[in-house]
């Protein structure tokens, strides 16, 4: 099946925009047994697109990671602060390698020596829009600590360095419980030496 024709979109609204926006929509789509679905009313929240930056130094075996406050976080009755990948939201006309770029250096005073693009997922598709681009960036981790962000976005942000090992052990003691970080870092796990050889390490 397909969006072209197996969807039909009687309407849309934007229901309410602020930070964020959130859409609401009435529509129907084929089903699997044939026919149409009854029609279904969906809130959509349009969060943007996003790159996601693991920062990876292949001579030392380390990440960098970030910790900030999240309020989504604080909502689901979770500690707000969190310890994530570099990300940032791409902006209408940016390309997702310049935002990359720039989101590293913003967040953790670091410039890429080269990048991997890893590839693009959904957030989580049952209420929300939002894509991220995840890369793997070539950094020396050494160059990277200290307090990082933009003041007027309302960014404070504390870089971490930990190998490649911790890391991984803080994904599965919890420490590291959000999706971005848990994909990144998955993936590194299981395409480490191969990217270490593309790399010349």
């Not at 969190?82 to 390309?95: P, R, T």
């Not at 989101?103 to 693009?120: I, L, S």
Request: with cysteine; aromatic share 8%; glycine share 8%.
């Amino acid at each position: 099946m397909d969006a072209a024709n197996d969807v039909e979109i009687i309407t849309r609204e934007t229901v309410f925009k602020g930070y964020f926006q959130v859409d609401r929509y009435r529509l129907r789509h084929r089903t699997f047994k044939g026919g149409w679905s009854a029609e279904l009313v969906r809130e959509v929240f349009e969060r943007g697109h996003a790159v996601v930056v693991l920062l990876y130094d292949p001579d030392r075996d380390s990440v960098a990671l970030i910790e900030q406050f999240r309020p989504g976080a604080l909502a689901a009755g979770w500690n707000p602060w969190l310890i994530e990948c570099v990300a940032g939201i791409i902006e209408e006309g940016e390309h997702p390698d310049d935002v990359a770029r720039r989101e590293t250096m913003e967040e953790a005073g670091a410039e890429p020596t080269a990048m991997a693009h890893v590839g693009d997922y959904l957030m989580t598709a049952g209420g929300s829009s939002e894509t991220c681009r995840l890369y793997c960036a070539r950094v020396d981790s050494r160059t990277i600590s200290g307090l990082h962000g933009l003041e007027d976005e309302g960014e404070d942000i504390r870089t971490h360095v930990v190998s490649v090992d911790e890391s991984l052990e803080m994904v599965r003691d919890g420490r590291i419980n959000n999706a971005m970080a848990v994909v990144a870092l998955q993936w590194l796990a299981l395409e480490k030496d191969r990217l270490r050889c593309e790399w010349g390490v």
